[in-house]
């Protein structure tokens, strides 16, 4: 772990090895011919949700390694993750909510309301920390993570497939194509979340 933590090469050696393995991993995945793996509930899916978590649990972790008063950050960004988390297991809560139509979107509003209360109690740290995190490589890799989130699901939808293939438009296909994008950007938040998590350290390790 000290190795990784003093030496940034060898982190961005993990992350291009990590992107191989994704791209070896959809590969394999889509020669099984089971279009349901790469929908909610398949192993695809799994795999998301598996960057991401950890991306927040690095960020809990860099969170509890961070002075009382300046925790803000850590716990606002953990936030942030743990939105995409609910918005990505959106079956699973339709499951567990199935009432009143609220679903995935209960949760999803309960951790908006603990993001905002996190950034409004921690405002202060937050405002002082900001300027320096945005020239941070974790801001970037978190940023180019939620830009190709978003990027696959704004062009997986149907709007978008459907006057272009008109008849030869085949729902599994934009689903395979959305979720191979998508997979991209939760790698980003995964390598970010570590990319924070190695700061973290080093400040204590000096401080």
């Given amino acids: 772990m000290q190795f990784f933590v003093k030496h940034a090469a060898a982190r961005f050696v993990l ?18 011919g089971d279009p349901d793996q790469f929908q909610e509930g398949g192993v695809v899916e799994y795999v998301q949700l598996s960057l991401t978590g950890a991306a927040a649990l690095m960020l809990l972790l860099s969170a509890g390694l961070t002075p009382a008063a300046e925790r803000g950050l850590p716990l ?4 942030v993750m743990s939105l995409a988390v609910i918005r990505e297991s959106d079956a699973f809560f339709c499951r567990l909510v199935p009432f009143l139509e609220l679903e995935w979107k209960l949760p999803f509003a309960l951790m908006v309301g603990a993001v905002a209360w996190t950034m409004w109690h921690w405002r202060q740290s937050i405002k002082t920390q900001a300027a320096p995190f945005l020239g941070h490589p974790a801001c970037a890799l978190f940023w180019a993570g939620i830009c190709a989130v978003i990027y696959a699901q704004m062009t997986g939808h149907e709007r978008y497939w459907l006057p272009l293939l008109k008849e030869c438009f085949i729902r599994d296909v934009k689903r395979v194509n959305e979720e191979t994008i998508e997979i991209l950007g939760h790698l980003f938040l995964f390598a970010g979340g570590l990319e924070y998590l190695v700061s973290t350290l080093r400040r204590r390790a000096s401080g």
């Avoid at 992350?15 to 099984?32: D, E, I, P, R």
């Avoid at 606002?76 to 936030?79: D, F, I, K, R, S």
Wanted: aromatic fraction near 18%.
């Fill in 76 to 79: 606002a960004l953990a936030g």
């Fill in 15 to 32: 992350y291009t090895a990590m992107f191989f393995l994704l791209a070896g991993f959809v590969n394999l995945t889509a020669k099984h």
